[in-house]
């Protein structure tokens, strides 16, 4: 892993506006990934980890979801400056993405074939000929079986697992910068996940593309991601390296979120349970947005948002108790 | 839509709202003027006593053929002109809109009940049941409704009776088929499992679970239909299988005009444009309607 | 002991049949369910973990009675069920056993009030006035951390974890011995799992509550469990006490799903197991492999697992599918 930045993220607010008034649903994120690493983006649903990943890549749907402020910086570019026809040649090329669903990124009247090689013809100016084998080598590198009988092969001929993977291929045929990946092991079987992740690792090393990997499960992130952000209610609440993290977490939120998963092993006799919900985004709280469910509130919190404050080189935590 | 966005804080909510705000305007239209022009034809059905300058079914011979008031030649006591025997145009379509929107009311109601009835049937009870409700469906879809239209004026007699039975016999199959498909999948889900777990009566199932959840698409099919039978009860009293003169039904005046099209247009004209008028809300307002109770996943 | 035990799987089949052609002939069986046997104890958790495919909710269907068998028996208070008639089952099975499904947002008739929701096993089974059922419902939500004021409101009024809440509601609303819960937490954001799991612990103390859990995430399954059955491809490999089954895992396949769910950080892997990966993916039900299931994917197979179908043997407290535990 160099220490080249790939992506810097500053600042950035992103909001919905809808009838009932405005969602800011990322409200002033910032971030960096590294060539060669995974930056992970943990919360729960509703904290604005989807929209901030759909935001690097400009696919907000409009025209109610709006960047409405910072700046998206990819190796020394602004994307938020690019045009529209810019930014397109920049998605697949430079920075792709993995959705959650294989079920549906695949598009089921088209073969395995078509779909990777629309990536490439799309962003590589090759002759016909050399199309496919290309395909064949993303295939490939996501470990795809015999992909030579793949390509001509339907996503209903497939396995979860397997589409996943073609996801997969789609979004690395052009050997992008960066990766961005929203839950894409949720709706996959432990023993599959496993698969995945190690796939993935795999992948990284080969490429050396910096991955964001978006996620609410505990054990993705302790397996396959290098730096993690832990994300409430729009907001970073916590930064820091994995381990440091599940050693010594210091957000509340952190904490809590920490002690309320099961964990294989450690036998719990009772789960800790974080009261409350997560607020409306329509109606934040004053002061800290954890401040009504946190055991630990102090009077600031109430009244005044935490700034983000950097304890050491990869450390930063946005909480009134840290300083 | 997409400007440069540069590094300052928050564009103005003006700018959001105002592309939203076009196309809300649009929306609009497409809702509140056919709500107006059925609003406009149900008072005309309702209250055709007292809205009607004329007698429909009486006309002065001396004023025969005399053209809508605005042009040369006509009369201000006939708005829209008159006919071969000088019965009033205008009157003959407000009375008009009350046997075409009766018609439609009725057909409606007794093809969506048998419709729903059936369809929720064959889709939960499925097997054998199904097979054969789904076997009746497809004789009923193929069969020829104008030849049984003629069938039963032949029979019958042409007339408000044949025409309600003649769309209805056969009109009922579309909403089975449909209705069906919609059970069939309600009966697959969870809350439905739950309620035989619960030890809940087929006919309990039926009734409570699945019936409420395909009103939506109930009411959609019910307000698309609105237009398509206006048209076929025209199409059938313009063929002479439905109302007949003298009584005054949109189609029959259309069937009237037909002969007059090159020197009195306005005996078929008007009542034509009656007829493309409510169909065309209805579509509008069952699209709206659709749309409106189509669960969205998000608000935005 | 025997009295101990309040349901009872024997050896339970279920074959799906594949159909082709005009005709509808059958070319083929999907063997969902292929020869499985367990028994739950009253006031214990059972927790049956396996793979999609692999045929847990399936047997979930068979309990529940809403499919019927393709072979084997289910006993429930020592009465077999297919010795019933309908009305003994409606009376005497029906009140006993619920369901509290995977998905809050689909579990519940989006039409129906929360009181009609919760109360409709109570109106169904005990011809009670609309008022009485009332009064019953407010106490069961009450139970569940609802407040009365819910009654009138619609699901979707309600957020994941409280219509989960209120799915156990409707769940107790008859008494019931036992418990099917299938994957009742895997929809529910993180930080609310906690509070259903505490709630499903607290209620199973206070009534004496027996839970079939069904399950992929092995880390709830052992915050709730006392007994766990893992199943691969329809059939049972390993069965036993919670604790000693997680403390030494027997079969190969119990010790990747361990692996694949725990929390190893990178920095640990000097000193712990190496991480146990597994290749390709569970084959289809309509074609399962010859001898052991499990040998496509094994790393411990050698050639009599290809050809001969292991038993289930006794090895300690546990029961294991394996030939190299004979």
Same mark, same amino acid.
């Given at each position: ?16 506006f ?28 509703g904290?604005?980890k ?11 749907p ?5 960047i ?63 199309v ?8 490939r590198?996501?470990?795809?079986p ?23 291929a ?15 092991t949720?709706a ?22 910096a991955?964001?990997?978006?996620t ?5 992130v ?10 409430y ?13 599940f050693?010594n ?9 920490i ?7 450690r036998?719990d006799?009772?789960l ?5 919900q997560?607020p ?44 | ?26 929306q609009?239209?497409a809702?509140w ?70 018609v ?5 109601l ?26 009746i ?6 069969f ?10 032949v ?10 039975l ?41 009734i ?11 009411i ?9 039978i ?24 259309v069937?009237?005009?037909r002969?007059n ?11 034509g ?11 509008f307002?069952?699209?709206w ?12 | 002991?025997?009295?101990?035990i309040?349901?009872?799987a ?18 083929g ?23 999609s495919?692999?045929? @847990? ?14 072979s ?5 208070e ?11 089952? @409606? ?17 519940m ?18 011809k009670?006035s609309?008022?009485?059922?009332d009064?019953d419902v ?29 799915a156990v ?7 019931p ?23 499903? @612990? ?17 880390a ?6 006392h ?12 069965y036993?006490?919670?604790e ?8 190969p396949?119990?010790?990747a ?7 190893t ?62």
């Amino acid at each position: 892993m160099s220490s080249n930045v790939v992506l810097q993220v500053e600042n950035l607010h992103t909001s919905f506006f809808t009838r009932a008034g405005e969602v800011k649903a990322v409200d002033g994120v910032s971030f960096y990934v590294r060539e060669g690493e995974t930056f992970g983006i943990v919360g729960e649903s509703g904290c604005g980890k989807s929209v901030t990943g759909l935001s690097i890549l400009r696919l907000l749907p409009e025209p109610s979801g709006q960047i409405v402020a910072g700046k998206i910086i990819l190796e020394g570019k602004n994307l938020l400056e690019l045009s529209k026809k810019h930014m397109r040649a920049y998605r697949g090329k430079m920075i792709s993405m993995i959705l959650q669903d294989p079920m549906t990124s695949l598009n089921p009247v088209f073969t395995i074939g078509d779909q990777v090689g629309e990536s490439v013809r799309m962003h590589q100016d090759l002759p016909e000929n050399m199309v496919e084998a290309e395909v064949i080598d993303a295939l490939r590198l996501l470990r795809i079986p015999a992909p030579e009988m793949r390509i001509n092969e339907y996503p209903f001929q497939l396995s979860g697992g397997m589409k996943q993977r073609v996801v997969g291929a789609i979004a690395m045929s052009c050997r992008p910068r960066l990766l961005i990946a929203d839950e894409p092991t949720t709706a996959l079987d432990a023993t599959i996940q496993a698969q995945y992740i190690a796939l993935f690792e795999d992948i990284q090393e080969k490429t050396n593309v910096a991955i964001i990997f978006i996620t609410h499960d505990f054990g993705v992130v302790a397996r396959i991601c290098d730096r993690v952000g832990v994300m409430y209610a729009g907001k970073i609440v916590e930064t820091a390296l994995t381990r440091d993290i599940f050693k010594n977490p210091k957000h509340p939120y952190t904490i809590a979120l920490i002690k309320s998963v099961p964990q294989l092993d450690r036998k719990d006799d009772q789960l800790f349970s974080i009261e409350g919900q997560p607020p409306s985004m329509l109606n934040l709280p004053p002061g800290c947005r954890f401040c009504p469910r946190c055991t630990v509130a102090l009077d600031i919190c109430k009244e005044q948002e935490p700034p983000e404050v950097k304890i050491s080189e990869n450390r930063s935590v946005s909480c009134w108790r840290v300083k | 839509m997409f400007s440069t966005i540069s590094t300052t804080k928050t564009k103005t909510k003006k700018q959001y709202r105002g592309v939203t705000r076009t196309a809300r305007i649009i929306q609009g239209f497409a809702f509140w003027v056919p709500l107006i022009v059925m609003v406009v034809m149900i008072i005309m059905a309702l209250f055709a006593n007292w809205i009607a300058p004329h007698d429909p079914n009486q006309g002065k011979i001396l004023d025969r053929l005399l053209p809508p008031s605005f042009m040369e030649g006509g009369k201000s006591d006939y708005l829209l002109g008159t006919d071969l025997i000088g019965r009033d145009v205008l009157s003959r379509i407000i009375y008009g809109a009350r046997i075409s929107l009766s018609v439609s009311l009725l057909i409606i109601l007794v093809t969506g009940g048998i419709g729903t009835i059936l369809g929720i049937l064959a889709g939960y009870a499925g097997g054998r049941t199904d097979a054969i409700i789904m076997r009746i469906v497809d004789v009923a879809l193929s069969f020829p409704g104008l030849l049984l239209a003629m069938l039963l004026a032949v029979a019958i007699g042409p007339g408000f009776k044949t025409v309600v039975l003649a769309l209805s016999i056969l009109g009922w199959a579309g909403y089975a088929r449909m209705i069906r498909g919609e059970a069939m999948r309600i009966a697959q889900s969870d809350f439905v499992a739950q309620a035989r777990v619960n030890g809940a009566s087929g006919w309990r199932i039926m009734i409570r679970h699945i019936f409420p959840n395909i009103i939506n698409s109930l009411i959609v099919l019910m307000t698309l239909q609105v237009g398509m039978i206006i048209l076929a009860e025209a199409a059938l009293s313009y063929l002479g299988f439905g109302i007949s003169v003298p009584t005054a039904s949109w189609g029959s005046m259309v069937a009237d005009g037909r002969a007059n099209l090159d020197n009195a247009w306005w005996i078929a004209a008007f009542p034509g444009a009656c007829i493309g008028l409510v169909v065309l809300s209805g579509n509008f307002l069952g699209d709206w309607i659709r749309d409106k109770l189509d669960p969205r996943l998000r608000q935005l | 002991m025997a009295t101990k035990i309040l349901l009872e799987a024997r050896d339970i089949v279920k074959h799906y049949p594949v159909t082709r052609g005009l005709l509808q002939r059958t070319v083929g069986w999907v063997r969902a369910v292929d020869g499985v046997s367990f028994s739950i104890e009253y006031g214990k958790t059972m927790s049956l973990v396996g793979e999609s495919g692999a045929g @847990k909710t399936t047997i979930a269907r068979q309990i529940l009675l809403l499919e019927k068998l393709t072979s084997g028996s289910i006993l429930f208070e020592e009465k077999d069920l297919y010795k019933m008639t309908p009305k003994e089952i @409606k009376a005497e099975y029906r009140p006993k056993v619920h369901y509290v499904q995977q998905n809050p947002w689909s579990s519940m008739n989006p039409r129906m009030r929360i009181k009609d929701v919760v109360g409709e096993p109570i109106y169904v089974n005990n011809k009670q006035s609309k008022k009485d059922v009332d009064k019953d419902v407010v106490k069961l939500l009450e139970q569940v951390g609802i407040g009365a004021e819910g009654i009138n409101r619609y699901p979707h009024e309600f957020s994941g974890g409280q219509r989960q809440r209120i799915a156990v509601a409707r769940a107790l609303a008859l008494n019931p011995s036992l418990l099917i819960l299938d994957e009742p937490v895997s929809a529910l954001d993180v930080s609310i799992r906690a509070q259903i799991m505490n709630l499903f @612990k607290d209620l199973q103390k206070k009534f004496n509550l027996s839970y079939l859990v069904i399950a992929h995430n092995l880390a709830t399954v052992r915050y709730m469990s006392h007994s766990v059955a893992i199943l691969y491809l329809g059939q049972l490999v390993e069965y036993g006490d919670s604790e000693t089954l997680f403390a030494r895992p027997l079969h190969p396949y119990t010790k990747a799903l361990i692996s694949a769910s725990q929390l190893t950080l990178p920095e640990d892997s000097e000193g712990k197991a190496k991480q146990i990966i597994l290749t390709g993916e569970m084959p289809s039900p309509l074609n399962p492999p010859s001898g052991c299931r499990f040998h496509t994917r094994c790393s411990e197979a050698n050639e009599r697992c290809s050809k001969d179908v292991p038993e289930m043997r006794k090895v300690g407290k546990q029961l294991v599918k394996c030939h190299h535990y004979e």
